[in-house]
């Protein structure tokens, strides 16, 4: 008898509004983004693209505990992850400049070298939180209903007499 299937997760689908903005040289990427997520109150965010390139490069990789720097030149070829003010997961992927590229969880200390060019999507109708997982023990993305605030209603429309 085939073991029971494990059920899909529940999605919740969203309305999205989109935010552009370029980072400057000297900037930090990780502090940049989370500041804006607390500036612009976001409950659920995304990274939907991020071109630009970095003098230093600061992440966790992959089965580590402590932070691996590199420093150099280097393009930012992927930045994806998920974005709230109760929490963020991002990760970042470089190329150096033989083309090798490497990647991990992005961390403070990777800082802007000419342009960090961003578009980031803002759901309005889920809120993200992040609440410990028995599986390892993280705290990992849950996904709710956003409660939508009340909007005041329009003002009906007059007709001429």
Do not use: W
């Amino acid at each position: 008898m085939p073991a029971a299937a494990t059920p899909a997760p529940r999605a919740i689908p969203s309305a999205m509004r989109t935010y552009a903005l370029r980072l400057r040289p000297g900037d930090d990427l990780r502090q940049c983004l989370l500041r804006f997520a607390q500036d612009e109150r976001i409950k659920a965010g995304a990274l939907l693209t991020c071109v630009g390139s970095l003098t230093q490069v600061t992440l966790r990789l992959a089965n580590q505990e402590g932070p691996t720097i590199y420093r150099g030149h280097f393009e930012i070829v992927s930045l994806v992850g998920t974005l709230a003010e109760s929490g963020s997961h991002v990760h970042l992927s470089v190329a150096d400049s033989t083309g090798r590229t490497f990647g991990g969880h992005l961390l403070d200390g990777n800082l802007v070298y000419t342009t960090a060019e961003l578009v980031i999507g803002v759901l309005e109708d889920v809120e993200f939180r992040r609440e410990p997982d028995p599986t390892f023990g993280y705290n990992e993305l849950v996904v709710y209903p956003r409660a939508t605030p009340k909007r005041p209603a329009k003002p009906a429309s007059r007709s001429k007499p």
